[in-house]
Every structure is written in structure tokens, then in C-alpha cells.
């Protein structure tokens, strides 16, 4: 198996932007996933197939791929988007998700 | 409504055996691969395993083969983790994960469910 990489935490005030990277040697191989996780809830899809959302999921939320690094980018954060976030992707192996990454508004 | 609701958590002594059960509704459960994922208290989302639609292709992590299996029974509807020789290390919520149309993504997930592993 692999890992996937995410920083800790980030930091954003309502409004700005916010971007959450993910980084992994086996990331040019496979289409990654987003999730967002709220306290004492169950994970949310937020992006699939690295940068396409699911019915219901705001435009604020995007993902994008460069490299061996994949990112989510939240525009115009709100104060409900304070939230722990993974980033998971697959092999023949199974299912690997990132280390997580908690957003704070400021 | 599309549901998924576990059950079987609870208290367990080290390697100790638990059932988890997982109860589809809402959605042709015989048409989706299913998968279990796992948070420890205070820590991130681990995956566990996953079966595919009809039974086969079943993938585990490493930390868990042997010790648990993956089942389901299309007639109910139902997904299962049989859990073995439990370690203090498994002491985790348990969600129960609904595959994306062919996707590796999870799309539905239950509540969860808590096993606590403990003497």
C-alpha cells in the first residue's frame, strides 16, 4: 500500500480562499477523492474522480490535480466549512485515505 | 430515503470476536460494492474492506487479514465484519460505506457503530 500526505491544519478567514493539498507517488495513477468530516458526524463526498463534485456539493468546492500533488480548494470559505477534510484513492491493493487535514475559520 | 444503519459494537476483551452488521435501504443494495472504514477516537479515517456486488472481490488491509472477514447477504441487504482475535489497537467507530457508482469513492455512509477493545 501507499500513503497519502496532507498537511495538519490550515488556517482561513470567512471568505478567502482555502487550499488543501494531497500528495502521494501513486497519485499520477489513480483518481483521488475528497470528504469532508464534521464533528461526531459521519464523512461527506465532496469531489470524486480528483475534480468532479456530486449532486448537492457547492461550486465553492473544487479539486484539481498537478504532478504527484492533488488539491482541494474551497472559494469563499464559510464559517460552516470548519471541518477535518481526507483525501482517498485506490489501487488493485484497496482503499487508502490521506492523513487529514483540519480547516479552522478564523 | 437512502440508509445505512450498523449495529454489533460494543465492549470486547482483547482477542476477543465481534459481528458487525450493516442494514442497506433505500437503494438496489445487490447492484453496489460495499466497504467497511474505521476512526480510531481522536484520529483520521482508516479503510478496512471492501466486497464487491455479489460477493466476490474482496480486498483487506493488511492490518486485518486473518483476523476479520467481509461478508454480505444480498437477500437482506445486509453487509457484515466478522471480527477475530481483537486487538486494543481496534478500538475504533465503525462506518459502514456505500461504493459510488463503480467508483472507489463512498458515496452513503451509516453513523457507525463502536467497538472498544479492552480488558
Known amino acids: 500500500s501507499y500513503e497519502l500526505t496532507q498537511p495538519p491544519s490550515v488556517s482561513v478567514s470567512p471568505g478567502q480562499t482555502a487550499r488543501i493539498t494531497c500528495s502521494g507517488d501513486s497519485l499520477p495513477k489513480q483518481y483521488t477523492y475528497w470528504y469532508q468530516q464534521k464533528p461526531g458526524q459521519a464523512p461527506v463526498l465532496l469531489i470524486y474522480?480528483?475534480?468532479e463534485r456530486p449532486p448537492g456539493i457547492p461550486e465553492r468546492f473544487s479539486g484539481s490535480f498537478s504532478g504527484t500533488t492533488l488539491t482541494l480548494t474551497i472559494s469563499g470559505v464559510h464559517a460552516e466549512d470548519e471541518a477535518d477534510y481526507y483525501c482517498q484513492s485506490a489501487d488493485s491493493s484497496g482503499r487508502v485515505f490521506g492523513t487529514g487535514t483540519k480547516v479552522t475559520v478564523l | 430515503e437512502v440508509q445505512l444503519l450498523e449495529s454489533g459494537g460494543g465492549l470486547v476483551q482483547p482477542g476477543g470476536s465481534l459481528r458487525l452488521s450493516c442494514a442497506a435501504s433505500?437503494?438496489?443494495?445487490?447492484?453496489?460494492?460495499m466497504s467497511w472504514v474505521r476512526q480510531a477516537p481522536g484520529k483520521g479515517l482508516e479503510w478496512v474492506s471492501s466486497i464487491g456486488d455479489r460477493g466476490g472481490g474482496k480486498y483487506d488491509a493488511d492490518f486485518v487479514k486473518g483476523r476479520f472477514t467481509i461478508s454480505r447477504d444480498n437477500s437482506r441487504n445486509t453487509l457484515y465484519l466478522q471480527m477475530t482475535s481483537l486487538r486494543v489497537e481496534d478500538t475504533a467507530l465503525y462506518f459502514c460505506?456505500?461504493?459510488?457508482?463503480?467508483?472507489?469513492?463512498?458515496?452513503?455512509w451509516g453513523q457507525g457503530t463502536m467497538v472498544t477493545v479492552s480488558s
Open positions: 433505500g437503494f438496489t443494495f445487490s447492484d453496489y460494492a
Open positions: 460505506a456505500k461504493d459510488f457508482d463503480g467508483d472507489h469513492a463512498f458515496d452513503v
Open positions: 474522480k480528483d475534480s
